[in-house]
């Protein structure tokens, strides 16, 4: 899969770029997105140190509007539905926070293969760590719908002294999962 298909550009005067594909997947706004994923997350702090990020636009944005920079950047929180930030980049591994608000989204096979591909394909990972709350059973739902695997539950390791469950990803779980869809 290559991600430069089919990308709608939006030019800034100050130089800035922002990269929109087909399924709505937004590039080049990384600040602005991580800022929403961790208001969405509820998390004050300052962000980690990120090597890329992805917002998801809400399915249905008006494409004529988002040609015009100045709006597109005015309205930005209003049309992000998901934000995905990729960060503590060790060797092969990089981890990932994910928060998605629009089923559509999680429904949409075409925009979740593009955001499972990009750390692989774009920035030659071999694996990607995700963890969430024990607690939290809808990320974990989700995480094992994408094909990943469970790894370890790191005691009391949460931001609140919960459990916290460590899954990882692969391309050949992604392939894996792919095939079973299939048949």
């Known amino acids: 899969m290559n991600i430069n298909d089919d990308l709608h550009k939006v030019q800034f005067q100050?130089?800035?770029?922002?990269?929109?594909?087909?399924?709505g997947i937004l590039y080049g706004a990384p600040a602005e997105i991580m800022a929403w994923?961790?208001?969405?997350?509820?998390?004050?702090?300052p962000p980690p140190i990120t090597t890329a990020a992805m917002g998801i636009l809400k399915r249905g944005f008006d494409k004529e509007s988002i040609k015009n920079p100045e709006w597109l950047e005015e309205h930005l929180l209003e049309l992000l539905v998901g934000g995905v930030y990729f960060f503590d980049?060790?060797?092969?591994?990089?981890?990932?926070?994910?928060?998605?608000?629009?089923t559509m989204v999680t429904n949409d096979p075409?925009?979740?293969?593009?955001?499972?591909?990009?750390?692989?394909?774009?920035?030659?990972k071999n694996r990607i760590t995700l963890r969430m709350a024990v607690?939290?059973?809808?990320?974990?739902?989700?995480?094992?719908?994408?094909?990943?695997?469970l790894e370890c539950i790191?005691?009391?390791?949460?931001p609140m002294g919960d459990d916290v469950a460590q899954y990882y990803l692969t391309p050949e779980l992604i392939s894996d999962r792919i095939s079973q869809e299939a048949a």
Request: proline share 1%; net charge negative.
């Open 14 to 23: 100050d130089g800035r770029e922002w990269v929109i594909s087909r399924n």
């Open 37 to 45: 994923t961790n208001a969405e997350l509820g998390e004050s702090g």
């Open 89 to 102: 980049d060790k060797w092969a591994d990089i981890e990932v926070c994910v928060v998605i608000r629009d």
């Open 110 to 124: 075409a925009a979740i293969r593009e955001i499972l591909a990009y750390p692989f394909v774009q920035l030659k």
């Open 135 to 149: 607690a939290n059973q809808d990320a974990i739902d989700a995480a094992e719908g994408l094909g990943c695997e």
């Open 154 to 158: 790191r005691a009391k390791a949460g």
